[in-house]
């Protein structure tokens, strides 16, 4: 049977320049990249490494086209593209022109056409408020008389909404079906739990890809092993 790669986008995207040290984390072309080349590594590894590795690097391996690959599960919330006033100057703001907007909407449109990617998309939630950054709250803390709060002290407190529930109802459905027999997760947050715990009882391999990152103890605790992978290799051909 196959692998599926079940990416929580949020958290690929948080660990990516980290994980790859040599791509563009501001290219939405490169984040592909890192998508597939991540997904390659992994089913080399089931492949067995020496051969399909050593191809991953010259970029003649493409684990789409292979049947050890089921599809690449891709979890995000398409961003805010409403208007709104800054918290201090009370300036207006269209979200939808922010680079962040841009980016994250860039890279959904390039993995809309990758083969065997599936893009999932949530949503964030549509009340939110502005609060203010760990290291202006540091600031006011250590010397609250001369802190003078500007609009870069603060940032959007929104949250991914569906996101969870749309990967427990596709790990749900893998399992029943019996479509796969190993399941790739790139997460680190214990909302995934449910969706380890039910593949798992269902005879599913689960290995844990946490990018470098801390995932959580209660989701480490409920997978078959983890992989820390960091892809210091990885160069886009020009």
């Known amino acids: ?35 597939i080349y991540l997904s390659a590594w992994h089913i080399a590894i089931r492949l067995g490494p020496k051969p399909t590795l050593a191809a991953i690097d010259t970029q003649n391996f493409r684990p789409e086209e292979t049947v050890e690959l ?3 599960f891709f979890y995000d919330c398409p961003p805010l593209i409403k208007r709104l006033h800054s918290p ?3 300036r207006s703001i269209d979200l939808s022109k922010t680079e ?51 609009d870069a002290d603060f940032e959007l407190d929104v949250t991914q909404k569906g996101v969870d529930m749309r990967l427990g109802l596709d790990v749900a459905a ?17 909302d995934f739990v449910p969706a380890t715990k039910l593949a798992r009882r269902e005879g599913i391999d689960v290995v844990l890809d ?19 992978t960091i892809f210091d290799k990885a160069v886009m051909a020009n």
């Open 174 to 190: 893998m399992a029943f079906k019996r479509q796969v027999n190993q399941i790739i997760l790139v997460a680190a947050d214990a």
């Open 100 to 150: 962040q907007a841009l980016f994250r909407l860039g890279v959904h449109r390039e993995l809309q056409t990758m083969r065997k990617v599936a893009l999932r998309l949530g949503r964030l939630n549509e009340s939110f408020l502005w609060r203010p950054k760990a290291d202006a709250m540091k600031s006011w803390l250590r010397d609250p008389g001369q802190f003078s709060p500007t």
């Open 70 to 72: 089921y599809r690449i």
């Open 88 to 90: 201090v100057s009370k």
């Open 210 to 228: 946490t990018m470098g990152g801390f995932a959580a103890h209660d989701l480490i605790e409920h997978v078959d092993g983890v992989r820390s």
């Open 1 to 35: 049977m196959a692998t599926a790669i079940v990416v929580d986008g949020a958290y690929f995207l948080h660990r990516f320049r980290h994980a790859f040290p040599n791509l563009d984390a501001g290219n939405p072309k490169a984040i592909a990249y890192g998508l």
